[in-house]
């Protein structure tokens, strides 16, 4: 059986150190671009690289948010800010957007989960991405505690779901 993950968000770099010190065994955060994280104060790349070297020193991840809904204008620029982060040392990018969810993982060797942004609620979903190369799915939160178990039983698939939060 594999181990539950407790993942926390991490609106700057004290609350990110803070939250690992005291047995979170990750963060997500969001960059100062592309990110939904609108009530933090979120992370320049050095910053981003800062938080990594941190977490990766306890042995621990950071996930980034790359969950804006992309218009035609947001694509340009978003392949150089990939590498920076990536080079920064992140451990996996939270996405909801299906192109962005393609080219990350047909480029370059990071995991992608796929956001809650997504609403995903039901098994042929999740193994529709799954088939995609996403590595994990964060669960819409409109699910019940018998829908999520379904999900897990019959999809074998790295499921992430929130337990407390926003909406």
């Not at 700057?12 to 939250?19: A, I, Q, Y």
């Not at 042929?124 to 994990?136: C, Q, T």
């Not at 799915?137 to 337990?163: P, Q, Y």
């Amino acid at each position: 059986m594999k181990k539950i993950e407790l993942l926390s968000p991490a609106g700057d770099l004290e609350r990110l150190k803070v939250t690992l010190l005291y047995g979170a065994d990750a963060v997500y955060i969001g960059g100062r671009e592309y990110s939904l994280r609108a009530n933090a104060t979120n992370f320049s790349i050095n910053e981003i690289k800062e938080a990594c070297d941190f977490a990766h020193s306890l042995n621990k991840k950071v996930y980034l948010t790359l969950n804006i809904v992309f218009h035609n204008e947001d694509i340009e620029g978003v392949d150089d800010y990939i590498k920076e982060v990536i080079d920064a040392g992140i451990d996996a990018f939270i996405v909801s957007d299906p192109f962005i969810i393609s080219h990350i993982k047909n480029n370059y060797d990071v995991e992608v989960h796929l956001s809650t942004q997504a609403s995903t609620t039901n098994i042929d979903s999740v193994l529709y991405f799954k088939e995609e190369g996403i590595d994990r799915v964060v669960l819409a939160r409109e699910l019940s505690k018998d829908e999520i178990k379904e999900i897990i039983d019959k999809t074998k698939v790295d499921i992430e779901v929130f337990i407390h939060g926003a909406m």
